[in-house]
């Protein structure tokens, strides 16, 4: 059923930079931290604002919206997509064949991720 579909459109999230902030501090990283990069146009109808996520003071995810708050949720997508290595240009999920069984633990919840565990 995954077939031909991009995971990025599937996988809904209801609060980013909470889950966000959660898997850093799960992570041992900093706090999330929204900055406006730059705006085009900010008092215009084609107006455009690019917020960064950074964490450590690295940017972890950026993102151009027609608001700074749209701005700074898809920023926040941005940063779990690159945390999960997501990418809209990544290879298809294998479904040609079913995948080996190592365990038989349930998935751990986005709010448990640890990338160490992962695996």
Same mark, same amino acid.
């Given at each position: 059923?995954?077939?031909?579909?991009?995971?990025?459109? &599937?996988?809904?999230?209801?609060?980013?930079? =909470?889950?966000?902030?959660? &898997?850093?501090?799960?992570?041992?990283?900093?706090? @999330? %931290?929204?900055?406006?990069?730059?705006?085009?146009?900010?008092s215009?109808?084609? =107006?455009?604002?690019?917020?960064?996520i950074?964490?450590?003071? %690295?940017?972890?995810?950026q993102?151009?919206?027609?608001?700074?708050?749209?701005?700074?949720e898809?920023?926040?997508?941005?940063?779990?997509?690159?945390?999960?290595?997501?990418s809209?240009?990544?290879?298809?999920? @294998?479904? =040609?064949?079913?995948? @080996?069984?190592?365990?038989?633990k @349930?998935?751990?919840?986005?709010?448990?991720?640890?990338?160490?565990?992962?695996?």
């Open positions: 059923q995954l077939v031909g579909k991009n995971l990025n459109e &599937i996988w809904q999230i209801e609060n980013p930079m =909470s889950v966000l902030a959660t &898997i850093l501090k799960n992570e041992g990283m900093g706090e @999330p %931290e929204a900055r406006l990069l730059w705006t085009a146009g900010p215009t109808l084609l =107006s455009s604002f690019t917020v960064g950074y964490s450590d003071r %690295e940017l972890i995810g993102y151009a919206g027609e608001s700074v708050e749209i701005a700074e898809m920023a926040a997508r941005d940063a779990l997509r690159q945390m999960f290595q997501t809209d240009r990544m290879k298809p999920l @294998p479904v =040609s064949s079913p995948l @080996p069984v190592k365990d038989t @349930p998935n751990p919840a986005i709010q448990d991720w640890k990338s160490g565990e992962i695996g």
